[in-house]
């Protein structure tokens, strides 16, 4: 999977992130460095020297072929590291507040920033933007097909690019419908299943799906929480919450893996393809 590495960040308020990206059969530190000598590793010396840039070194896993160790295709490779890239609002912060961002830029970028960055683009170019939502421009306002969402969540899973990092960034950007797709595909679970598991009103089924899927407990409580304040906030009291902890804590994965087959057995309709 691919990884992103804060490796150094220079005095004051960022301005620019740089971003170090190795090549086939390399590594996200030793590409950069001497040898073995840890103290060459040069990227970091950029954020030491240059002040308001942050440096990031991204790694993935690199060989040129399955024969040497594990390799993805190109294609899928691209697209799964520009979704850890996406998913990382640190990265975008400094190309957001550019004063000299172009609009159609910014317009194309409201699809893919959180709530708070996608308000400052709007704030930023609210004439522009706004021309843009009324006329159906394709930001994230405008909203996106059944048929893309599933698109996309199928593509990001042949790219192993689906995580559950990622599905906490669509519910954070307030990407319901999106999210609902996405979750289907990553339990590997009919539509049908995924929407009886997420509107239960005890979150204990969501429970069993992501225990199932080996998440810990801290990821499925916020999780759930997002969830419930992206439906309906009224329904998530301090009580729901810790009965579906409870349960989550005491299920064993094996137990949830049953549970959840038995679920999609029920609702075998649209089943995800495995």
Partial sequence: MTQISNVGKGSGETHTNVVFLHGLGGHPRTTWQCGLDEQSFWPSWLAEDLPGVSVYSIGYEASVSRWRGRAMHLAYLATNVLARILAEPELQKPLVGRSDLPTDLATKMQEFVPEDLRQQLVDQHHAALARDSKSGGGTAASG?????????????????????????????????????????????????????????????????????????????????????????????????????????????????KKRLAALQAAYPEDPAPT
């Fill in 144 to 256: 996106h097909s059944p048929e893309w969402a599933l698109s996309l969540a199928l593509e990001m899973r042949a790219a192993g690019a689906l995580t559950i990092e990622f599905l906490l960034k669509t519910l954070r950007d307030g990407k319901v419908g999106h999210f609902d797709e996405l979750f289907a595909r990553y339990s590997r679970i009919s539509s049908a299943a995924a929407h009886q598991i997420l509107n239960s009103p005890t979150g204990e089924a969501l429970a069993v799906a992501l225990k199932a899927q080996g998440v810990d407990k801290s990821t499925f409580a916020t999780l759930l929480l997002l969830s419930r304040k992206a439906r309906d906030p009224a329904s998530m009291s301090s009580s729901t919450l810790t009965r579906a902890t409870e349960t989550f804590e005491k299920l064993k994965v094996e137990e949830a």
